[in-house]
Every structure is written in C-alpha cells, then in structure tokens.
C-alpha cells in the first residue's frame, strides 16, 4: 500500500501511433487510420478503462513535422474539434487540449473552451502554450520569449475573468416566468491592456467543475513563473530522480510564494515506458522500434533543433560535455539541460542519447516488467520528486495495451493509482477547489 496520502495523478498523451518517431512503422501501428475518429477514440477509451486521470492532446500548428514523417510531434488532430469528438467518446476521463496564447485571442479561446467543458461535464483541461513553432504559418514574426510570456500572462487573465462572468446561479430555468437566465448574475467583463482589449462576456454557463483545468508545461524561467502563478497541472521533462525532487521543491515553493496552496498544483514528469510481461519482453519490444532508427537523420536533426553537434562522434562515445554549453541562450534550453545530464551519465553513448532523443525527447525512459516500472514510478512519487505522471507511451497499440494489461494494474494493487473514478469532473478526480465566479 501507498504510505504518501493519495494517489499518483496519472495522464496520458495522446499519441495513437506512439510517441516514439519511428513507431508508426511497426506492424499493426494503425498509422493508416492517422486523422481519424476511430483510432483516437479507441486509445482514449483504452486510458478510460484503466481509470487514468485524464488523456493529453498536444499541438504544434504547421505541418513541418509531418512533413518529416513525425507522426508524434506532428499529430494530425486538432485539439479544439478532437476533444469534442471525444467529448462523446469517453464519460469519465480529463480531456486536456493545446491552445497557443501566441496565436490565438483570449475571447475564442473562452468560448471554445467553456463549450468543450460544459459539452463535457466539466472534463476538460486547457494547457497553455506560448509555441515555439509556427508563426510563418500565421505570417507573423514569432515575438521573443519575454514579449511571449507578458501576453500569455494576460491572455490568461482575460480568459479566467470571462469563465467567472457568469454566476453559478445565473441560470435560473423558470418556465412559469419565462426566464432561462438572470441578466444580473452575468457579469459584463472589461479589459484593456497591453496586448488586448474588450469588452463583454461568452454566451455559455459555467460547467460543474466551475471552468477548465489550467495545465502548463514551460521549463524557462518565464515558463516556471507562469506555472507557479496560474497551472493546476504542470508537466515537466525530468530524467533524473534526484534533479526531478530538486525541481519539485523548487516549483512547490514558486507556487506558495505566489500566494497559492502548493497541493492544488500536480507536478507530472513525463515518463517513457518500456513494458513487457518480463523484462526481456520489453527489452524486445524497445529493440522493434529502434531496429528503425536512422541514427543520421536524428544525429542532424537533433542539431538543427538543439545547435549541439553530434554528427563528427561515433555512436559509441561519449557526448563531451562542453557541446551543451549553449543550453543557457537557447529557446530549448530546458530541454537540452536534461539531454546534458542524461549525456553525463557514465557509460552514456552518442547512440544512447538519440535512442532517448528519439523515444523519450528528453523524458525519463524505463524498460522493463510491470513491477520494475511500477517500482520506478513509486520511488519518484514516495520521493516527492512528482504528483504523478505524464504517460508517453513509445508504441501504440503495443505500449497502451501493455500498461493498461500490466503496469496500471500493479500500480493500483499496490494501492498507487485508482480503481474508480471519485467525481465526475476532472477537477473532482484532481481534488481540486472549484473556482469562484465574480460573486463568489
């Protein structure tokens, strides 16, 4: 049984071809249903079954990934219209969705986000992205990093004030007087600022669970100050236990400085697993997929993304460590900070990196049986080194069907993870406070 109170929060990316690049390739992948319904509502039925706290859809807009056969970071779906869609698809499970602040205005977001959250039941989660991909596509010069966060900080303050125009007695429904809604429990909202300007609020009722979950995941230090201030859920790329605790009490400690319970904040590394019956079986298993790897194509395009070179070493050596010395001035710079210290561990090789590189992308990849995964994951969470995971399975449907077979039933054995659903809103599953309208 669990000796830290409560149970590990555990969600999903959704990735029906798997997280990993070159799983699509694998036999019985489904790759040829890629776009569609079907696939992506039988993965999220699959996490349902299991009892996961909610399923994660990412989003970077533009094709450039796609167009590089990167069915994981170029996933076909976007968040908006497939949420909804599983929306009808699942009953119980979060369902947390990409929107850019970059991109998009603070009123639409409102809107579409209340209407998946109501259409719902109060599921839905908004992860909110400042994106460091795709202006060309919106023809517009991606602003620098500070410039970013300043509005996404105010967009996200534009868009809680809209979710709390409404009272939660606004509506009224009164047949005899022929009154669905009571004008004065709507709150009009006014904004001006520096990035934005309006004046009104969005048509559609507050949902159960009062608005949608805040996610963030930004490793910055402007991202680290936005999560701190505003996210219930942050996912986070941590390879190593003991930088992982580190992060954790440092975040925790962000959040209470700014004034919030550090509890109503679920800290989620990714973790990349490896599953089998035995660990032979999920050593076999992470084989299939590497048997693929173009360790070329990785070895430049983890250049062309991160500036550190790897193309002029042998797979077997060692990554020097000076060729990460630019992790401080570049955008990535979080995320090839944990490409580092993975590098520096002994015995690390060039093949070693880019075989996480290209299953885990910086996260903490394990291979193993149900019970040395599931012993992982306990000692992360016994160690305050996490609230619980951010799921990336690196085969689909291989990899779901293993954790769903093995790995989530072990953990909830050994009283980790749930066997029920406590609510019926994803805050509810989260034991998070409801948020107060204006008049609350």
């Known amino acids: 049984m669990s000796s830290r109170r409560g149970k590990m929060v555990l969600s999903a990316l959704l990735s029906p071809v798997g997280y990993d690049w070159h799983a699509w390739r694998l036999p019985g992948s489904r790759s040829e249903e890629l776009a569609t319904l079907a696939i992506l509502a039988d993965t999220a039925q699959k996490w349902e079954r299991s009892k996961l706290d909610s399923i994660f859809l990412a989003d970077i807009p533009g094709a450039s990934f796609l167009l590089e056969n990167d069915l994981s970071l170029g996933s076909p779906y976007e968040p908006?219209?497939?949420?909804?869609?599983?929306?009808?698809?699942?009953?119980?499970?979060?369902?947390?969705?990409?929107?850019?602040?970059?991109?998009?205005?603070?009123?639409?977001?409102?809107?579409?986000?209340?209407?998946?959250?109501?259409?719902?039941?109060?599921?839905?989660?908004?992860?909110?992205?400042?994106?460091?991909?795709?202006?060309?596509?919106?023809?517009?010069?991606?602003?620098?990093?500070?410039?970013?966060?300043?509005?996404?900080?105010?967009?996200?303050?534009?868009?809680?004030?809209?979710?709390?125009?409404?009272?939660?007695?606004?509506?009224?429904?009164?047949?005899?007087?022929?009154?669905?809604?009571?004008?004065?429990?709507?709150?009009?909202?006014?904004?001006?600022?520096?990035?934005?300007?309006?004046?009104?609020?969005?048509?559609?009722?507050?949902?159960?669970?009062?608005?949608?979950?805040?996610?963030?995941?930004?490793?910055?230090?402007?991202?680290?100050?936005?999560?701190?201030?505003?996210?219930?859920?942050?996912?986070?790329?941590?390879?190593?236990?003991?930088?992982?605790?580190?992060?954790?009490?440092?975040?925790?400690?962000?959040?209470?400085?700014?004034?919030?319970?550090?509890?109503?904040?679920?800290?989620?590394?990714?973790?990349?697993?490896?599953?089998?019956?035995?660990?032979?079986?999920?050593?076999?298993?992470?084989?299939?997929?590497?048997?693929?790897?173009?360790?070329?194509?990785?070895?430049?395009?983890?250049?062309?993304?991160?500036?550190?070179?790897?193309?002029?070493?042998?797979?077997?050596?060692?990554?020097?460590?000076?060729?990460?010395?630019?992790?401080?001035?570049?955008?990535?710079?979080?995320r090839i900070a944990a490409y580092k210290s993975y590098a520096a561990q002994p015995g690390r090789t060039v093949k070693d990196l880019l075989v996480v590189y290209s299953s885990a992308m910086g996260h903490h990849l394990v291979c193993g049986s149900a019970t040395q995964v599931a012993d992982t994951m306990i000692e992360w969470f016994e160690s305050y080194a996490c609230d619980g995971f951010s799921i990336n399975t690196p085969t689909a449907p291989a990899s779901i069907d293993a954790l769903c077979k093995y790995l989530i039933p072990e953990l909830q054995e050994r009283g980790y993870a749930r066997t029920e659903y406590a609510a019926s809103t994803l805050r509810g599953n989260l034991q998070l406070p409801h948020p107060k309208a204006w008049d609350g």
């Open 80 to 334: 908006v219209s497939a949420l909804g869609a599983l929306a009808a698809s699942t009953s119980n499970i979060g369902l947390i969705g990409t929107i850019s602040t970059t991109f998009s205005h603070p009123f639409t977001t409102a809107r579409q986000l209340a209407g998946l959250d109501m259409l719902s039941g109060g599921r839905v989660g908004w992860n909110i992205v400042t994106s460091s991909y795709g202006a060309e596509a919106y023809g517009i010069e991606l602003p620098v990093k500070a410039d970013r966060y300043r509005r996404a900080t105010e967009f996200v303050k534009v868009v809680r004030g809209l979710w709390s125009a409404w009272s939660d007695r606004a509506v009224i429904n009164d047949r005899s007087m022929g009154v669905w809604v009571d004008p004065d429990l709507i709150k009009v909202r006014e904004h001006d600022g520096e990035f934005f300007k309006l004046r009104g609020y969005v048509n559609i009722p507050r949902s159960p669970q009062g608005h949608p979950v805040l996610v963030q995941a930004g490793q910055s230090s402007e991202g680290l100050g936005l999560g701190a201030e505003v996210a219930e859920i942050i996912y986070t790329t941590q390879p190593l236990l003991d930088e992982a605790v580190r992060y954790y009490r440092e975040q925790k400690a962000r959040v209470q400085a700014a004034g919030r319970d550090p509890a109503h904040v679920k800290i989620l590394p990714g973790i990349i697993p490896y599953v089998g019956r035995t660990e032979a079986e999920a050593k076999e298993m992470m084989e299939s997929v590497v048997q693929f790897m173009n360790f070329s194509l990785l070895a430049e395009r983890f250049e062309r993304l991160y500036s550190v070179k790897l193309s002029d070493l042998d797979l077997g050596e060692a990554v020097p460590d000076e060729r990460f010395d630019n992790w401080e001035s570049h955008p990535s710079g979080p």
